[in-house]
C-alpha cells in the first residue's frame, strides 16, 4: 500500500518480515502457507479449533525500550507530528484478502487521507510529541492491539465458531518473571510484550529469571496460574471454569476476557483492545470492507 514517498515504515525495525504465501507449484512441494493470513481467517481451510488471543497490559513499553526510543526524543516527536508513518501495510488488502472483498490490491491512501488519518490519531491519543503515558498507549495499539481487535472480530465472524470456542485474555502481572521486561532492563511500569512467557517457559537466557514454581510471591502464583490455564486449554480445550473465564462472544469490542495476574485473576472485562479501535475500524475501512 505504501512506498517511500509516503512515510509510512511501519514499526521501525519490527517489519522486515512477515508471513508470506508459498507460492509453489502445487504437487511439487508441501505448501504449508498457502494464502495470505487474513485470507485463511475469513475463509479457512480447515475446521475451527478452540484458540486463546489476548495482549499484555501495555504492549508497546517493550517496542519503545528495545527501539530505545526513551533515548531518542526528536524521533518521538516526529511520530506524533505524523503518527501515520506507523500505520502499518495490513491496512490495505493483501491479494487474497483483496480476491475475496472483491476490490484492488494495488490501493494507497491519498494525500488527502494520510493527512486526515493523522490529525485523528494526533487527537485521539493527545499526542503531545513526548514519550508519554499517551505515546505508549498509541504504540501499543500500532504494534500489537489494533491487530488483535481485528484477529477477534474475523474469528468470532465465522459461523462455525459455536463449534469452537474463542477466549481472551489481558495478562497484567508486573513482576519478577516478566521476560520481555527483564531481559531487555526495562524498568518502566506495567506488563508489556513478550512478558507472559516468564511465566509459562523456563528461561535462564539472555536473564535468569531465577523462577520458582512453589514460591509464595505474586509472580509465584501467576506463574502456576497461567500455566494451569494453558496446560488445562491444551488437555480439553477450555482454559477455566465459564464462571471465571467464559467464551468470546458477539464481536471485539464488547467480547468478554480474562484479567491475568495474581490480584486480578477472575475478574472479567470487556472490549480487549480498549477504548481507541473504532478510530482504527474506519482507518482500515478505506481501501477494504471491513
Do not use: C
Request: zero cysteines.
Amino acid at each position: 500500500m505504501y512506498n517511500e514517498s509516503d512515510g509510512a515504515i511501519g514499526l521501525p525495525g519490527f517489519n522486515t518480515f512477515g508471513p508470506s504465501p508459498e507460492r509453489r507449484a502445487l504437487g511439487v512441494e508441501d505448501i504449508f502457507l498457502t494464502r495470505d493470513p487474513e485470507s485463511l481467517v475469513r475463509q479457512p481451510e480447515v475446521s475451527p479449533v478452540p484458540v486463546i488471543i489476548g495482549l499484555t497490559g501495555l504492549e508497546g513499553i517493550y517496542f519503545y525500550y528495545k527501539q530505545k526510543l526513551d533515548r531518542k526524543p526528536q524521533v518521538v516527536a516526529d511520530y506524533a507530528v505524523n503518527p501515520a508513518q506507523l500505520v502499518g501495510p495490513t491496512v490495505a488488502p493483501f491479494p487474497d484478502t483483496a480476491r475475496i472483498l472483491g476490490v484492488s490490491a494495488n490501493q494507497s491512501l491519498s494525500a488527502r487521507q494520510l493527512a486526515d488519518i493523522n490529525a485523528r490519531i494526533k487527537e485521539e491519543y493527545k499526542l503531545s510529541g513526548r514519550g508519554d503515558d499517551n505515546f505508549i498507549k498509541f504504540y501499543s495499539d500500532v504494534s500489537s492491539g489494533v491487530t488483535a481487535h481485528r484477529l477477534i472480530n474475523l474469528t468470532l465472524a465465522d459461523p462455525r465458531r459455536h463449534e469452537a470456542p474463542v477466549y481472551l485474555y489481558h495478562f497484567l502481572e508486573d513482576g519478577d518473571y516478566n521476560w520481555g521486561k527483564v531481559s531487555n532492563n526495562i524498568t518502566a511500569k506495567g506488563a508489556s510484550h513478550t512478558d507472559e512467557l516468564g511465566y509459562l517457559m523456563h528461561i535462564t537466557s539472555p536473564k535468569n529469571l531465577k523462577q520458582t514454581v512453589n514460591g509464595t510471591t505474586k509472580s509465584s502464583k501467576t506463574l502456576r496460574l497461567l500455566t494451569k490455564l494453558w496446560t488445562d486449554f491444551a488437555k480439553s480445550g477450555q482454559p477455566a471454569t465459564p464462571q471465571l473465564w467464559p467464551a468470546a462472544t458477539g464481536s471485539a469490542a464488547t467480547a468478554a476476557f480474562a484479567r491475568i495476574s495474581a490480584d486480578s485473576w477472575g475478574l472479567l472485562g470487556a472490549g480487549l483492545a480498549g477504548p481507541h479501535v473504532s478510530l482504527w475500524d474506519d482507518i482500515y475501512s478505506l481501501l477494504r470492507r471491513m
